[in-house]
């Protein structure tokens, strides 16, 4: 029968019609069948299906008149453009999608939650840092001002992965971060300080060991000084007594350089000094307070708002209460829930800083002649999602439910603890490239449809919303939030399942599939300035 998902506890057999409603006041409900339920099915306590509703999508369980509410998680997520009678199939080219919330008048830190109770004695075996930073991975970062060199740097990193870095065993990986910014662009324009300030707080993240090493072309508008300015990268313990304190660029373009090998091999000398302070590094453990979680959903269906993301939201928690760092972002996706987010601000401060990020965001997508409907995908519509709206409604339970602290403007370092809203754009490459710039040594990632997304620098745990995407792709999901809609666990369960699952990845006890496949997405910096 329809039901709340928080009071389901039976396991209803796979032959069953089995609907999910996910709040007393919803008039539709998603159909939980794999393959969904041809016309004719009687929904117990419900009414007969009138047409096929492939699984994940909406049924009608009255009869909705034209211009009324359709209702899932107790909100409208469109209005009937026709008469939909009971037992109809509800989909996104039968609804119109409501206005977007105006940001006047909107709730300013009003909730006023009790705080959270200490989540203490949970530890992990992390590399700490100078800068009282820990990373979950030792790995060699190049950094690249310009995507000029990428060739070069790449055929260099094949090298030093073939040639050095089996002399030091307790490297993990060494990573270009290639880029296509760096030339070419208006890189004086007010916008250009958003590429900039993410490429350089990428190079600090915690997981790099404070070892930044520069390739450089050298006539580019990004010069490395311009990048790393003196003082911006903290000098690593290991580094205190050497010679390369200063920023330790290779340029291409230096006369020194005589053919392609003598550039090669001169990446490949100060790469292995590099290499060597690495190596010198060992885990110690730390408390579960030096995670730096960022969270993320890609290719989304409708099950993302009643399984992943839910049991992310309830890991979040865990990770707040034990006093670690947990970002949400995906501006599209959290803006129709914006008078959720600043009611849950700690102060009206954050809360209206929270508006502007969003106010800056409609005014950048109505330059581009498009708002917040641009962002639904062909497949969260195949997966039941009819617009932004309802995907908005299942995309912010990922934050959990504690007090949002912090509010970080794009490419923007953290350097708070608790839950931030960092404003990015909800691609998933550009999503994942701006946390990393914010300082996240540990990745979450909810899928639905499916994807092999994955980061080099950090590791990228993955969850599905289904049990049949988990089926299927065994290898390439961590965890299985199916389980919640199939009746088999609760989302308590799954986000504890998470929680330990994130402590073992962290500490390198365990890998993600993306990290055994080496599935590693490229860095796509988020440049709103023009392009010359």
Same mark, same amino acid.
């Given at each position: 029968?329809?039901? @709340?998902?928080?009071?389901?506890?039976?396991? !209803?057999?796979?032959?069953?019609?089995?609907?999910?409603?996910?709040? !007393? +006041?919803?008039?539709?409900?998603?159909?939980?069948?794999?393959?969904?339920?041809?016309?004719?099915?009687?929904?117990?306590?419900?009414?007969?299906?009138?047409?096929?509703?492939?699984?994940?999508?909406? $049924?009608?369980?009255?009869?909705?008149?034209? =211009?009324?509410?359709?209702?899932?998680?107790?909100?409208?997520?469109?209005?009937?453009?026709?008469?939909?009678?009971?037992?109809?199939?509800?989909?996104?080219?039968?609804?119109?999608?409501?206005?977007?919330?105006?940001?006047?008048?909107?709730?300013?830190?009003?909730?006023? !939650?009790?705080?959270?109770?200490?989540?203490?004695?949970?530890?992990?075996?992390?590399?700490?840092?100078?800068?009282?930073?820990?990373?979950?991975?030792?790995?060699? !970062?190049?950094? *690249?001002?310009?995507?000029?060199?990428?060739?070069?740097?790449?055929?260099?990193? *094949?090298?030093?992965?073939?040639?050095?870095?089996?002399?030091?065993?307790?490297? +993990?990986?060494?990573? %270009?971060?290639?880029?296509?910014?760096?030339?070419?662009?208006?890189?004086?324009?007010?916008?250009? $300080?958003?590429?900039?300030?993410?490429?350089?707080?990428?190079?600090?993240?915690? &997981?790099?060991?404070?070892?930044?090493?520069?390739?450089?072309?050298?006539?580019?508008?990004?010069?490395?000084?311009?990048?790393?300015?003196?003082?911006?990268?903290?000098?690593?313990?290991?580094?205190?007594?050497?010679?390369?304190?200063?920023?330790?660029? $290779?340029?291409?373009?230096?006369?020194?350089?005589?053919?392609?090998?003598?550039?090669?091999?001169?990446?490949?000398?100060?790469?292995?000094?590099?290499?060597?302070?690495?190596?010198?590094?060992?885990?110690?453990?730390?408390?579960?307070?030096?995670?730096?979680?960022?969270?993320?959903?890609?290719?989304?269906?409708?099950?993302?708002?009643?399984?992943?993301?839910?049991?992310?939201?309830?890991?979040?928690?865990?990770?707040?209460?034990?006093?670690?760092?947990?970002?949400?972002?995906? @501006? @599209?996706?959290?803006?129709? =829930?914006?008078?959720?987010?600043?009611?849950?601000?700690?102060?009206?401060?954050?809360?209206?800083?929270?508006?502007?990020?969003?106010?800056?965001?409609?005014?950048?997508?109505?330059? =581009?002649?498009?708002?917040?409907?641009?962002?639904?995908?062909?497949?969260?519509?195949?997966?039941?999602?009819?617009?932004?709206?309802?995907?908005?409604?299942?995309?912010?339970?990922?934050?959990?439910?504690?007090?949002?602290? &912090?509010?970080?403007?794009?490419?923007?370092?953290?350097?708070?603890?608790?839950?931030?809203?960092?404003?990015?754009?909800?691609?998933?490459?550009?999503?994942?490239?701006?946390?990393?710039?914010?300082?996240?040594?540990?990745?979450? /990632?909810?899928?639905?449809?499916?994807?092999?997304?994955?980061?080099?620098?950090?590791?990228?745990?993955?969850?599905?919303?289904?049990?049949?995407?988990?089926?299927?792709?065994?290898?390439?999901?961590?965890?299985?939030?199916?389980?919640?809609?199939?009746?088999?666990?609760?989302?308590?369960?799954?986000?504890?399942?998470? /929680?330990?699952?994130?402590?073992?990845? %962290?500490?390198?006890?365990?890998?993600?599939?993306?990290?055994?496949?080496?599935?590693?997405? *490229?860095?796509?910096?988020? &440049?709103?300035?023009? $392009?010359?």
């Amino acid at each position: 029968m329809s039901e @709340t998902l928080a009071s389901r506890t039976a396991v !209803a057999p796979l032959t069953s019609p089995l609907t999910i409603r996910m709040h !007393a +006041d919803d008039n539709v409900a998603i159909v939980a069948n794999d393959g969904g339920l041809p016309p004719g099915t009687a929904l117990p306590g419900g009414p007969v299906l009138r047409d096929k509703v492939p699984q994940g999508h909406k $049924v009608a369980l009255v009869d909705l008149p034209e =211009g009324a509410s359709v209702l899932r998680y107790g909100v409208p997520i469109g209005y009937a453009l026709q008469p939909i009678p009971a037992g109809s199939w509800v989909h996104e080219r039968l609804l119109k999608m409501p206005e977007a919330r105006g940001l006047d008048d909107l709730p300013m830190a009003t909730r006023g !939650a009790a705080p959270m109770a200490p989540l203490e004695g949970f530890t992990f075996e992390g590399y700490r840092n100078a800068d009282g930073s820990v990373g979950t991975r030792n790995i060699l !970062a190049i950094t *690249q001002t310009v995507q000029c060199v990428a060739g070069v740097t790449d055929f260099a990193v *094949q090298r030093i992965k073939a040639e050095l870095l089996p002399r030091y065993p307790n490297v +993990d990986d060494v990573v %270009a971060l290639e880029h296509g910014y760096g030339c070419g662009v208006a890189i004086d324009a007010p916008d250009a $300080v958003i590429p900039i300030r993410t490429l350089r707080h990428i190079s600090q993240n915690p &997981n790099f060991g404070g070892e930044v090493m520069v390739v450089s072309l050298g006539c580019e508008k990004l010069q490395p000084e311009r990048l790393l300015p003196p003082g911006s990268i903290p000098i690593s313990d290991t580094r205190a007594d050497a010679e390369t304190e200063g920023l330790d660029v $290779v340029c291409l373009q230096d006369e020194a350089h005589v053919g392609f090998m003598s550039m090669v091999e001169s990446i490949l000398r100060q790469a292995e000094q590099h290499l060597k302070r690495l190596n010198a590094r060992r885990r110690e453990t730390v408390p579960a307070s030096e995670l730096v979680v960022g969270v993320q959903c890609g290719g989304s269906d409708a099950f993302s708002g009643v399984t992943a993301n839910p049991a992310v939201g309830f890991c979040t928690d865990l990770l707040v209460r034990a006093g670690a760092s947990v970002m949400f972002s995906e @501006t @599209t996706e959290v803006r129709d =829930g914006i008078a959720q987010l600043t009611a849950r601000a700690t102060t009206p401060e954050v809360a209206q800083a929270m508006v502007r990020e969003m106010a800056w965001y409609d005014d950048y997508l109505k330059r =581009g002649s498009v708002d917040r409907s641009a962002n639904t995908t062909p497949g969260n519509k195949k997966g039941g999602l009819s617009n932004i709206v309802e995907k908005a409604m299942g995309s912010i339970v990922k934050s959990g439910s504690a007090p949002i602290g &912090n509010v970080l403007s794009p490419g923007e370092k953290l350097r708070n603890k608790g839950l931030t809203y960092a404003a990015t754009p909800a691609s998933d490459f550009i999503c994942g490239t701006l946390q990393l710039a914010a300082g996240m040594n540990l990745h979450v /990632f909810t899928t639905g449809r499916g994807t092999p997304y994955g980061l080099a620098a950090v590791p990228v745990i993955k969850v599905a919303t289904r049990s049949d995407l988990a089926r299927r792709w065994h290898d390439l999901m961590d965890i299985n939030a199916g389980t919640i809609a199939d009746g088999q666990a609760s989302i308590e369960d799954v986000g504890w399942e998470l /929680f330990r699952f994130m402590l073992d990845v %962290a500490s390198g006890r365990q890998k993600t599939w993306a990290e055994r496949w080496k599935l590693h997405n *490229q860095l796509v910096l988020f &440049n709103p300035a023009p $392009v010359t």
